[in-house]
């Protein structure tokens, strides 16, 4: 059987969950339609998700046509939760983009679609909502070209758009020849010179175009009235490329990780290769080390190993690999968070369940780092408030922690600018309070990196574990307090006394001589920014552009003529207040977008974080 994982990816309240439960109901892979107003959805499963009308956590769920199963992946669609897209983006062989005919182009729609674009995913698009009123056909297809892709074909039309008696017809595939015209010289020649092609040939194009990401095929349709959902399923099964399960050694990557009723760990893995067996061993792999666990029960989703649901894995993390996993599942699509907020038990009896429940929760999204705070807390990575409202949800009610916490502020970076060595000798006395030789360079590089410079058996393999894991979590507290990036480090000088040394010794003593060597080659601190993109009214150019400058942006373009386009960088520190004061200066005609682009140095002093250590 052929296997097709599509994504189903969307700005929040775009209609994607309805339009999983409509596909699921069409394909008779459920006997009749849930409702995210009722929370009786089929991929909203979590009590949070069903209170909140929004998909927090990654689902799965397939359905069958002909001899091609489907696994539908219903991805959180707002952008306090883009980790978890992020990690289904690594297991999908296409895509669906679903917008509103009402609202039209949003700003995390832009953010999805630049990103599918840059992989070059096959994309389908739907227009959702078309019964609804206020809907709009052109106008839509007008601000899909312009700020989505000029690279579209559409492949249904609409009559009575907008009332409750809104249909869909399909087009006929003649008209996508000038569009596929444009990423085809062949097809462009005949067209120039009258020479039709047949409606096969423009078929096979346009597959192949979507298969490439070169062209998204677009349908107008409604979730709720299913309104165009059996030309956007044709698109699904006859336009995105499927293939049947590869044989060979199990390969694939965890794209998820929940816990059942009783506590234990499910892990979703997305295998390219092979299945897995029962009460067998599995060697999961992570960056920096590799552990083995006994498969206790395993179920397919569907009717192939695809992605299968794993028990008995309770050290698993999201990103753990089985096998050699492609390196596209790799790459990070979206930037890291860039705030940090400080968590502690409502009542000081909680402490220790407050620590173990935020372990858990970074087991499934180890982009939520922790980090111990001496006196004051847990230190918990964010991409916004709502997700810092799920948190404090979550822990209420599935750890029943009652947790405070503080305003969110942003992290900061510290890369080193200079070159420097720092060494400690081993002495006889101790005198250092540690029997352990250690030297470090540190200088820039790109991400993290470490290096030996010393023979791997001048020392035992434990203690050479022991300085590259130490070298790792010291690195997450520059001498400014935040994290080091883009730092080269150096392993220059080794030493210890049999049996006396222990691997404690070099934990304890790798952060002090790398902190020396930091302070020696100088850091800088960066502040974390965004692109932005404001369209405000022409009377409204010169107060925002002053509120702008103000909150410290960089202004590269500013184009238009009734409406204004302003393009440029601000720090992501001023973004909630750029966002709160638009609306005044534009008379509420002002539209914003921005999204994580990068960091660039703090002026002035920098600011300190809290003393803290990593878990």
């Not at 359905?63 to 990690?87: C, K, M, W, Y």
């Not at 002002?590 to 878990?615: E, L």
């Amino acid at each position: 059987m052929r296997v097709l994982n599509i994504g189903i990816l969307a700005h929040v309240d775009a209609g994607k969950t309805s339009l999983t439960e409509r596909l699921l109901f069409h394909t008779g892979a459920i006997d009749r339609l849930g409702s995210v107003d009722s929370g009786s959805t089929q991929t909203d499963s979590g009590a949070i998700e069903r209170r909140r009308g929004i998909t927090i956590r990654t689902a799965v769920a397939p359905f069958t046509v002909g001899d091609l199963q489907v696994n539908l992946i219903d991805t959180p669609g707002h952008s306090d939760f883009i980790a978890e897209v992020e990690r289904a983006l690594g297991v999908l062989d296409g895509a669906v983009l679903v917008l509103s005919a009402v609202e039209g182009v949003q700003a995390q729609t832009r953010v999805l679609m630049r990103t599918l674009r840059r992989m070059r995913l096959p994309t389908l698009i739907l227009v959702n909502k078309i019964d609804r009123t206020g809907a709009r056909q052109e106008e839509t297809l007008t601000d899909i070209r312009r700020r989505l892709s000029p690279h579209i074909v559409v492949m249904n039309a609409v009559e009575d758009i907008a009332t409750p008696a809104a249909r869909t017809r399909p087009l006929p595939i003649e008209h996508a020849a000038e569009a596929l015209a444009e990423h085809d010289d062949r097809l462009l020649a005949d067209l120039v010179d009258g020479r039709a092609p047949g409606p096969g040939v423009l078929r096979d194009l346009l597959r192949a175009q979507t298969a490439e990401g070169l062209t998204h095929p677009l349908f107008f349709g409604s979730a709720i009235g299913g309104q165009g959902v059996v030309e956007l399923l044709d698109g699904i099964t006859g336009l995105l490329p499927a293939a049947p399960q590869a044989d060979g050694p199990p390969r694939g990557t965890v794209f998820a990780v929940e816990r059942d009723g009783g506590g234990q760990k499910i892990a979703y893995l997305r295998l390219f290769e092979g299945e897995l067996h029962p009460r067998r061993p599995l060697t999961l792999r992570r960056p920096g080390g590799e552990h083995t666990e006994r498969v206790t029960a395993l179920r397919t989703v569907g009717a192939t190993p695809a992605i299968t649901k794993v028990w008995g894995l309770s050290k698993v993390r999201v990103g753990d690999r089985v096998g050699a996993a492609p390196d596209l599942a790799d790459q990070p699509r979206f930037a890291r968070p860039s705030l940090e907020t400080l968590v502690r038990p409502r009542h000081e009896t909680e402490a220790a369940r407050l620590h173990a429940a935020l372990a858990s929760l970074a087991d499934q999204d180890p982009l939520i780092q922790t980090r111990t705070v001496e006196g004051e807390g847990v230190s918990v990575l964010l991409y916004g408030e709502v997700q810092k409202e799920v948190i404090a949800q979550t822990l209420r009610d599935d750890f029943g922690v009652e947790a405070v916490f503080e305003e969110s502020r942003p992290v900061y970076l510290e890369r080193p600018h200079g070159r420097a060595e720092a060494v400690t000798e081993i002495d006889q006395q101790g005198s250092s309070g540690f029997y352990a030789t250690v030297g470090l360079r540190v200088e820039p590089g790109s991400d993290i990196t470490f290096r030996r410079e010393v023979n791997l058996g001048s020392l035992p393999l434990a203690f050479h574990r022991a300085i590259e894991e130490s070298v790792h979590q010291a690195l997450q507290e520059g001498p400014n307090g935040w994290p080091i990036t883009d730092c080269a480090v150096t392993l220059t000088r080794t030493g210890y006394f049999s049996p006396i040394t222990a691997a404690g010794d070099f934990r304890g003593l790798v952060p002090l001589v790398l902190r020396r060597a930091l302070r020696q080659a100088g850091t800088t601190v960066f502040e974390p920014c965004h692109i932005f993109e404001a369209e405000v009214p022409h009377e409204a150019l010169s107060a925002v552009t002053v509120l702008l400058t103000g909150l410290g942006a960089q202004l590269t373009e500013t184009s238009g003529q009734q409406t204004w386009l302003i393009r440029g960088e601000i720090p992501a520190r001023s973004v909630q207040e750029a966002e709160r004061r638009l609306p005044g200066l534009s008379r509420g005609e002002g539209v914003w977008w921005s999204q994580p682009c990068g960091d660039r140095p703090v002026i002035g002093a920098p600011p300190k974080r809290r003393q803290g250590h990593g878990r």
